[in-house]
Nanobody, 124 residues
Framework: QVQLVESGGGLVQAGGSLRLSCAASGSISSINDMGWYRQSPGKQRELVATITSVGSTNTADSVKGRFTISRDNAKNTVYLQMNSLKPEDTAVYYC??????????????????WGQGTLVTVSS
């Protein structure tokens, strides 16, 4: 079984910083893209940033210049460094990964996996 576990959310004042982490565990052969998404109350889930296995990134315009995504392939972990936080960044942040999982009998299965979410609250 494969799972993503996020950490690092919390309450911060506007202008502050937080660093989110997301570690993938389980029977994993390889991980392709990893990313962060967020969802605010009453809004649809939106992309924050993604990163490929070789480090190419894509960042939403709303956070560009403030948020940085990175990953440690040896640890199957993706990070989101969030600086200059604004109240409108308040949301539940979800980690996402596209990966090849090892299944019983030696086969492989391509999965899209989501974390449980971590709450980020930015006070004004």
């Amino acid at each position: 079984q494969v799972q993503l576990v996020e950490s690092g959310g919390g309450l911060v004042q506007a202008g502050g910083s937080l660093r989110l982490s997301c570690a993938a565990s389980g029977s994993i052969s390889s991980i392709n893209d990893m990313g962060w998404y967020r969802q605010s109350p009453g809004k649809q889930r939106e992309l924050v940033a993604t990163i490929t296995s070789v480090g190419s990134t894509n960042t939403a315009d709303s956070v560009k210049g403030r948020f940085t995504i990175s990953r440690d392939n040896a640890k199957n972990t993706v990070y989101l460094q969030m600086n200059s936080l604004k109240p409108e960044d308040t949301a539940v942040y979800y980690c996402n990964a596209d990966l090849w999982a090892i299944v019983i009998a030696g086969g492989y299965r391509y999965l899209e996996v989501w974390g449980q979410g971590t709450l980020v609250t930015v006070s004004s």
